[in-house]
């Protein structure tokens, strides 16, 4: 230590062997905005993180989700409530997508912060975990101009449809909400005005079905 690095945590391996078919995962997502306090284990964050941007293609670098030029405008926040995932204190924190791993970007327990700055969506403070999709437009105009903004928003319905399946693979449940104040949302994250949010998902365990 003694780094000055925040301290990494590593997720578990995901798998990629599920108890239900994609068939029956597409049928069966639904968006769903009422979920119990149980936290979600380490596994199953694992497993929604890597279907929302993990490495599928170790040689080239390619993830889970395409992109425009392979340019990944995208990065992803997960907000941990209090017990909102097994062995994880509450706080704001970074996925590390080459480690597949967490790291610590602040502490706390923000969800109602968040859910302020998202029109009260009550979801966002009653659900374990959040994970917010941000992004920085930057790597994918660069390449492609204005049209980047395009791609960028393409790509972010792509990591959206992803987390849907997988959490309903795992029996879990997710609504994706793109009603937010965004300048608020980056204020409760701690963010620079680079990362524009533009989702917000709650994940947790559903209510009712
Ligand atoms: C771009 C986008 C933005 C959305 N924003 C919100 C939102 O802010 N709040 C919300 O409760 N649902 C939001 N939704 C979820 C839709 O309401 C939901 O997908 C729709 O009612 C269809 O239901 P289903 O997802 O269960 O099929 C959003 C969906 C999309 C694609």
Redesign the pocket.
Known sequence: MGTGQPPRIHLPSPSQKGSISLEEAIAQ???V?DFTPEPISQSQLSQILWATQGITDTSLRLRAVPSAGATYPLEIFVVCGRNGIEQISEGIYHYNISHHSLTLHHEGDVRLDLARA??G?E?ICQAPVDIIICALYERTTLHYGSRGERYVHIEV?HA?QNI?LQATALGLAT??????YDEQVREVLRLDKQYKPL?IMPVGKPARR
Request: no cysteine; hydrophobic share 45%.
């Open positions: 997502r639904r968006s905005r998202a029109l969506e979801m319905g959206g849907y609504v994706a909400i793109g009603a937010l989702y």
